[in-house]
């Protein structure tokens, strides 16, 4: 097979796409259009979640009575141990205390506002840096606020009573 023959394989095989193409313009813009639809209808009906993040910066504690400047004990899982801390029932119930539970959209129904609060709280491990970012989602913006700031006080009293 030479060259020219398998240009005009090639060319009649586009040519026949293109031909089914058209054949089935009809169905294609149908599918286009319901999705297009389905689209703004989605963006109409759904509700919006706002996140509120809050970012804690560590300076790991230093051990040993030789340590100087500079050499604080570096583990690899002291982020993901402080991480389960903040999203331990503890922290998180001394956070909903400092809070008007009863009056907050975000619980309204809830039968269990602790799980609640657990399954829409996310905190994540900064690559590279000792950051943790603490992120609450809820239809509601300044309760989402509220909420991230209890959890991230409720965290740094619960550690500064450790400490004391």
């Not at 089935?24 to 689209?39: K, N, Y």
């Not at 503890?90 to 602790?114: H, Y």
């Not at 309760?143 to 965290?155: F, G, M, P, S, T």
Request: proline share 4%; hydrophobic share 45%; glycine share 4%.
């Amino acid at each position: 097979m030479n060259h020219t023959d398998m240009v005009g394989e090639s060319e009649a095989r586009h040519d026949a796409i293109i031909q089914t193409l058209l054949r089935r313009r009809t169905w294609i813009a149908a599918s286009v259009g319901v999705c297009l639809v389905l689209s703004i209808l989605y963006l109409i009906i759904a509700t919006p979640l706002w996140t509120a993040t809050s970012a804690i910066n560590y300076v790991q504690p230093q051990v040993g009575a030789n340590n100087g400047p500079g050499n604080a004990v570096t583990t690899v899982n002291y982020l993901n141990t402080q991480r389960e801390v903040i999203r331990s029932s503890g922290v998180l119930l001394l956070a909903m205390d400092q809070l008007p539970m009863e009056q907050m959209k975000s619980f309204a129904g809830s039968r269990n506002p602790l799980l609640s609060l657990k399954s829409n709280l996310n905190i994540e491990v900064a690559k590279n840096a000792d950051i943790l970012y603490v992120s609450y989602a809820s239809p509601y913006p300044e309760e989402a606020v509220k909420l991230v700031d209890a959890v991230v006080h409720a965290y740094i009293d619960d550690q500064t009573r450790q400490r004391h």
